[in-house]
Nanobody
Framework: QVHLVESGGGLVQAGDSLRLSCAAS????????MGWFRQAPGKEREFVAA????????YYADSVKGRFTISRDNAENTAALQMNSLKPEDTAVYFC?????????????????WGQGTQVTVSS
């Protein structure tokens, strides 16, 4: 079992930056791909970014490409999402997720473990 806890969310203005962190416990993340998803009120959960188990490959939604950067530190059992140039449309609850057996990084159904989420609110 993997327990994931996100932190770093908050209320910021458009153009600001935030860094979300995801801390894992229970098992080492060495064998897991990691992903970030978000869900805005009234909308479905959507893919934001993902990173392979060794950090060698990263994937981004078109809406965040060039602004967000996903990273991981397997020694610390953590993952992070650096979010720059934030926009009001980035407002959502952000979830960290871990995928052990799946292969489709962009699909929420591929991920076996989820955090509780952290709220990000971007004011205009």
């Amino acid at each position: 079992q993997v327990h994931l806890v996100e932190s770093g969310g908050g209320l910021v203005q458009a153009g600001d930056s935030l860094r979300l962190s995801c801390a894992a416990s229970g098992r080492t993340l060495n064998n897991f791909a990691m992903g970030w998803f978000r869900q805005a009120p009234g909308k479905e959960r959507e893919f934001v970014a993902a990173i392979s188990w060794n950090g060698g490959s990263t994937y981004y939604a078109d809406s965040v490409k060039g602004r967000f950067t996903i990273s991981r530190d397997n020694a610390e059992n953590t993952a992070a999402l650096q979010m720059n140039s934030l926009k009001p449309e980035d407002t959502a609850v952000y979830f960290c997720a871990a995928m052990e057996r799946g292969t489709y990084y962009r699909g929420a159904d591929s991920y076996e473990y989820w955090g509780q989420g952290t709220q990000v609110t971007v004011s205009s």
